[in-house]
């Protein structure tokens, strides 16, 4: 079983910017694709951002597109959310998970093995 850590959540004033990273430890697949997730207050959990397993494929939400980037670093196993121009829609706790489903999902239920989520904060 894989274990995923988020950390990077913060506070940041609207324009800002933050790292997100969700490392991995434990029983990792080979050519493991990884997903971000993120639930603001009263909502439910909703696709941001995937990543291949070479980090040459990404696909995002329509809502961070141009401003989030997907990356990551297998020697680490660790995966990376880069999140610019942040506006305060962009508050919630973000999650990062492993596609189990086909690439292209954005259906929660094609994730697993979630990270316990991390903070993100932006202020207007």
């Known amino acids: 079983q894989v274990q995923l850590v988020d950390s990077g959540g913060g506070l940041v004033q609207t324009g800002g910017s933050l790292t997100l990273s969700c490392a991995a430890s434990?029983?990792?697949?080979?050519?493991?694709?990884m997903g971000w997730f993120r639930q603001a207050p009263g909502k439910e959990r909703k696709f941001v951002a995937a990543i291949s397993w070479s980090g040459n494929s990404t696909y995002y939400t329509d809502s961070v597109k141009g401003r989030f980037t997907g990356s990551r670093d297998n020697a680490k196993n660790t995966v990376y959310l880069q999140m610019n121009s942040l506006k305060p829609e962009d508050t919630a706790v973000y999650y990062c998970?492993?596609?189990?489903?086909?690439?292209?999902?954005?259906?929660?239920?094609?994730?697993?093995?979630w990270g316990q989520g991390t903070q993100v904060t932006v202020s207007s």
């Open positions: 998970a492993v596609i189990r489903g086909p690439w292209g999902s954005q259906i929660e239920s094609d994730f697993g093995s």
């Open positions: 434990g029983r990792i697949d080979d050519n493991w694709c």
